[in-house]
């Protein structure tokens, strides 16, 4: 059984800096996506930023720059480094997997596996 678990949100001021963790468990397919999104309060989730088994990554635009993505093979956990975060960045953070490569393009609906969230509160 698939399982993904997202830590490390919070609340913080504007110009600080969070790292998201989303722990994989039960995902035994070698090829993969993992993505992390976000979801604003009377808003349409959002794609934040991907990376595949091979190392790929994808951001939405208007994070590059400001997020990181990266991942630990070894503990099959994937980071999101948030830095010079703005209240506009406050919504809840999903990360989500899925093992087909197309999913590297960050829609939501690609993705087959969804973890339960973590709020992210960036107050100015």
């Known amino acids: 059984q698939v399982h993904l678990m997202e830590s490390g949100g919070g609340s913080v001021q504007a110009g600080g800096s969070l790292r998201l963790s989303c722990a994989v468990s039960?995902?035994?397919?070698?090829?993969?996506?993992i993505g992390w999104f976000r979801q604003a309060p009377g808003k349409e989730r959002e794609g934040v930023a991907g990376?595949?088994?091979?190392?790929?990554?994808s951001y939405a635009d208007f994070v590059k720059g400001q997020f990181t993505i990266s991942k630990d093979n070894a503990k099959m956990t994937v980071y999101l480094q948030m830095n010079s975060l703005k209240p506009e960045d406050t919504a809840m953070y999903y990360c989500a997997a899925d093992p087909h490569p197309g999913a590297l393009a960050l829609l939501a609906a690609d993705f087959t596996y969804w973890g339960q969230g973590t709020q992210v509160t960036v107050s100015s």
């Open positions: 990376i595949d088994s091979d190392g790929a990554i």
């Open positions: 039960g995902f035994t397919y070698k090829s993969y996506v």
